[in-house]
């Protein structure tokens, strides 16, 4: 597992880069949004820990230039901007989770464990959340081997938190997400999609559920047992 630690403090790249070198990853690490952006772009990170007061620069714009140029990696921010308010930005920007300053060196590593569990990578044709399984080739969702009866945006909506499974989605980056170019979804839109889609996944007897995260987003969860 290689990581890019994107941090400007000398003392701070000292300690997590010795922290997470001692847990067994292949660790680079930069201190600029450039540094980042161009890292990112040369070589295959498993998953990126981005600061976001930069000196040349804000991380939330680069961690939302790197998804807008498709990068699907995980991202963890790390911040001392820690406000309800500043962590809805964050997780808006395309970040899928979110680290205040000052944190337990212990968290940070169960936090990266947990995001590299995440399939992440979107390159697989299938994915496999619980007894949810989509596959984009033949544009079919099924669970439990039963086919899913939904239509192609709701199978977008679905395979959109299931390479997020676990973690919140901002409900602006499904809107994204699901945009056509020209053609903007309404927030309404996005409620009546993950109600149906919720509908159909709770007839199947499907063991995940969409899990509404009040004024922030959608989680596809595991269903309590
Ligand atoms: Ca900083």
């Known amino acids: 597992m290689r990581l890019l630690l ?9 300690l997590l880069g010795e922290t997470l070198r001692q847990a067994g990853y292949g660790l680079d690490v930069v201190g600029t949004v450039a540094g980042m952006l161009e890292s990112a772009a040369t070589v295959s990170y498993d998953l990126l820990i ?21 990068f699907v990696k995980p991202i963890l921010i790390i911040t001392a901007r820690g406000s309800v308010h500043e962590r809805i930005s964050g997780l808006d920007s395309g970040a899928d989770d979110y680290l205040p300053k000052p944190f337990n060196h212990g968290e940070l590593l169960a936090r990266v464990r947990a995001l590299l569990r995440r399939p992440g990578d979107l390159s697989g044709p299938v994915l496999r959340v619980g007894s949810v399984m989509v596959d984009e080739a033949a544009a079919e969702a099924h669970s439990g081997g ?12 679905l395979l959109v938190l299931m390479r997020r499974a676990g973690a919140v989605v901002a409900k602006a980056s499904i809107e994204s997400a699901l945009s056509e170019q020209g053609r903007e979804l309404s ?15 709770v007839e199947s007897g ?14 596809l969860k595991p269903m309590p047992k």
């Open 146 to 157: 039963k086919l899913l009866d939904l239509r192609l945006s709701e199978r977008r909506l």
């Open 187 to 201: 927030s309404n839109a996005v409620e009546a999609l993950v109600s149906r889609t919720r509908k159909v996944l």
């Open 206 to 219: 499907a063991d995940v559920s969409i899990e509404t995260v009040r004024g922030v987003g959608y989680a």
């Open 6 to 14: 994107v941090e400007d403090s000398d003392r701070l790249q000292e």
């Open 50 to 70: 981005v600061d976001l007061g930069l000196p040349d620069g804000d991380g939330l714009d680069a961690i939302n230039a790197l998804r807008t140029q498709g």
